[in-house]
């Protein structure tokens, strides 16, 4: 047996009628090339195992010299001396799925434990950002630094880069609670995360006011609307005086049941009557952002309630357009509300925080308001901490009576007398 050159290889050819045919190194035992009728020439490494015969292709001539070839299968066959069976190996290796396989089990599984809108999120980061990145690459091949990668490419949008890396790292540890991986191997770990800054704006006592004059024109006279005059359809508009449009009575409602309870908006749109009960004063959500919550209604929100009209076949306090449907969203009559009330920049999820100001500011403590926004965490309540005010301003009171009282009030009625400055010689 000749040893296998590029020039005993290149002139290895399959004989007519034949499948293939075999050149075998004579210093490397086991070590071969296969040449195919189609002029296919493939570098192989055999073996006896287990008292089987096994063979194992190392790659294509062309792409692999002899010589790296002849490396590769003496790693091969030195790893059989140690008991070790790369068939067996590779066809493991193999096994091993990729993070979009792993990602499509997640979402049909984990996914459809949570809630809408969350698996959609989910479904839109992995179809943008997370798929693009890595999700070719097996599980077992994704490191650190292709998460790290991923997460600076999304710089413009670095709340988004965040929860990225959070979903990778939710998959990833979903794979290992099945035994794909192991939580220790999260290559979303220890990956450093984009400051964001808090969307999170207070409405003040003139601005509720003006929202609720907002409301009430809304609901009577209509609100203005602006007309683009440059538009060719602008000439058969209403008159400027009499362009007002009335909003939706279930969507003013909707934007007064937000205003008095706290609640996030789809919590208050997806409500329905069953869960309502007036005389306690209780709206019971069984299934919430945050799991079963009751939503405490005040004598207010009590009122906004009993006013509402009920719609044979619709089982929602917040009727839709469609039959049996609640309202989709509140974007429209909120931008016309905000424009009426002068206001600017102001979300729907705004109220929701204003609320929990005001509970602040009164110094109903920071359990209570917790309690009322349905917060698992206090460290989610927390951030109210500074608005409340109330005991620090006490507290400087009490503090500096007790020091005036000891300086014998003597900042009090203080007499100041003009000093002269004396010039230098």
């Not at 399959?14 to 296919?40: V, Y």
């Not at 698992?376 to 007790?402: E, K, S």
Request: glycine residues 8%; contains cysteine; proline residues 5%.
């Amino acid at each position: 047996m000749p040893r296998i050159s590029k020039s005993t290889v290149d002139g290895l050819v399959c004989p007519e009628g034949k499948d293939r045919i075999f050149l075998w190194d004579d210093s490397l035992a086991g070590f071969g090339c296969a040449a195919f009728p189609t002029g296919r020439k493939v570098y192989v490494a055999q073996y006896r195992q287990h008292g089987r015969s096994r063979r194992v292709n190392i790659g294509e001539h062309g792409r692999l010299t002899p010589d790296e070839a002849r490396s590769q299968a003496k790693v091969i066959l030195g790893a059989v001396e140690t008991g070790a069976d790369p068939i067996e190996e590779r066809r493991a290796a193999r096994a091993v799925r990729t993070f979009a396989q792993v990602a499509d089990d997640f979402l049909a599984q984990h996914g459809a434990k949570t809630k809408r809108r969350t698996k959609e999120a989910y479904e839109v980061l992995l179809r943008l950002h997370i798929l693009p990145a890595i999700g070719s690459m097996r599980v077992a091949d994704v490191r650190r630094v292709d998460v790290a990668q991923m997460h600076s490419a999304m710089k413009e949008a670095p709340g988004a880069a965040n929860r990225a890396v959070a979903l990778v790292s939710t998959v990833w540890n979903w794979a290992a609670r099945r035994d794909e991986t192991t939580f220790e191997a999260n290559p979303a770990r220890g990956i450093e995360r984009n400051r964001e800054q808090r969307m999170e704006r207070f409405l003040s006592s003139d601005e509720l006011a003006r929202i609720g004059d907002a409301l009430r024109l809304a609901e009577t006279e209509g609100l203005p609307y602006v007309v683009d005059e440059t538009k060719a359809k602008a000439k058969h508009a209403a008159k400027p005086e009499n362009r007002r449009v009335k909003l939706d009575p279930f969507a003013v409602a909707a934007l007064r049941l937000l205003l008095l309870t706290g609640a996030r908006l789809r919590e208050i749109l997806d409500a329905q009557w069953s869960q309502v009960d007036l005389e306690r004063g209780i709206l019971f959500l069984p299934d919430s952002k945050t799991g079963r919550k009751p939503i405490y209604l005040s004598a207010a929100a009590r009122t906004v309630l009993a006013g509402i009209p009920r719609i044979e076949g619709n089982p929602h306090v917040i009727a839709g357009a469609k039959d049996g449907a609640s309202r989709a969203d509140l974007k429209r009559p909120w931008e016309s509300v905000c424009r009426a009330a002068g206001l600017e920049g102001v979300r729907l999820h705004d109220l929701r925080h204003s609320f929990a100001s005001f509970g602040a500011g009164a110094s109903l403590g920071l359990p209570i308001i917790g309690k009322l926004l349905g917060h698992t965490q206090a460290a989610t309540t927390a951030r109210y901490a500074h608005l409340d005010a109330d005991p620090l301003r006490r507290a400087a009171d009490t503090i500096g009576a007790t020091i005036a009282a000891a300086m014998g009030d003597a900042t009090k009625g203080a007499t100041v007398t003009p000093m002269r400055r004396r010039k230098r010689p």
